[in-house]
């Protein structure tokens, strides 16, 4: 664990509250980050990165979305895009680290983009919801549609966006996960990565990024980073709550301590494990998978599918546990700007993105075991 990361954390947690009201991580908190080399970890090494193994890089966030979620949350997505990034060509990452390294990139990858054939590549246009942390970011990353149906990636620098304020919701507030808006910016070539190229496990950057990171699966990669907060900051909530209730007293169901109830025993230990299988089985896929990369080897379709399995098992995992505490816990739960009121909102608020749909990643992991082929640019 990174020690710069580990001194960060109690001030991160001090601006938990001020981060969820004013619906951004602060500056200062992304500045710190940026220092202890977060936004670095899966980063190449040709561009000052660490190119560090992916557990680490997901230990890392879980500590931090322990400390509050929401800035978890935007350190987990804008640390993997560096990831993404080095798989276009190189000229796209230079023209985004040429200058400056820590140059940030938040994303929106829904495919609406509206894209016109000009000279030299295309015209963007559109408009694109649930950018974290894009105040943040230097360029972004947005989806969009080839005439010939290829769903496609496109990278784009600030000046060529706008974002609109519009993040008020229920949870993942301090996010700061705005729309953006794209009026006829020409997108030149090499800024564009097809993602069935992602699929396919290849893209022009592993030409100058050869390690075993970059033969990863974006289906495992990415999906990680939106489960990892998610755990983390039940984990985090977990912590607070019992130590702030091995000394409470009921008021209530007879007095007495609420450390010598029995159901609040029980309850911690249903939430102890939902925890540890969540975060234990998403370890050992993100080994396995970069274990395999590391030795050249092909990655197993069967690996990949586990990967989705438990990953959006992680997230449920983590759900049942906070539901667990949030009950436990009785009126306390309701007080606005608790741990565990926000961690609550917080674990709701990203089971809800679209790397979360349980149903959907079962389905294909069934599929699999039933020697059916499964299609899906998020395995």
Known sequence: MNVEVLELLPEIAARAGRTDERREVPAETIGELTDAG????????????????????????????????????????LGVHPWQLALFPEQAQDDVWGADPDTLLCSSYSPIGRLTPVDGGWSLSGRWSFSSGCAHAGWALLGAIADEGDFLTVLVPAEDFTVVDVWDTVGLRGTGSNDLVVEDAFVPRHRVLRNREHALLRGPGQEVNDGPLYRLPFGAVFTSAITTPVIGAVRGCFAAYTEEMRHRVRTSLGGGRFAEDHYAQVSVARVASEVDAAILQMDRNLDELYATASAGLELPKELRLRARRDQVLGTERALTAIDILFRTAGGNSLRRGTPIERAWRDAHAGSVHVANDVERALAMYGKGVFGIPVEDNLV
Request: hydrophobic residues 40%.
């Open 38 to 77: 977060v936004f670095r970890m899966l980063q190449p090494k040709r561009y000052g990165g660490h190119e560090s193994a992916p557990r680490r890089f997901y230990e890392v966030i879980r500590e931090i979305a322990g400390a509050c979620g929401s800035t978890g949350w935007v350190a987990s997505v």
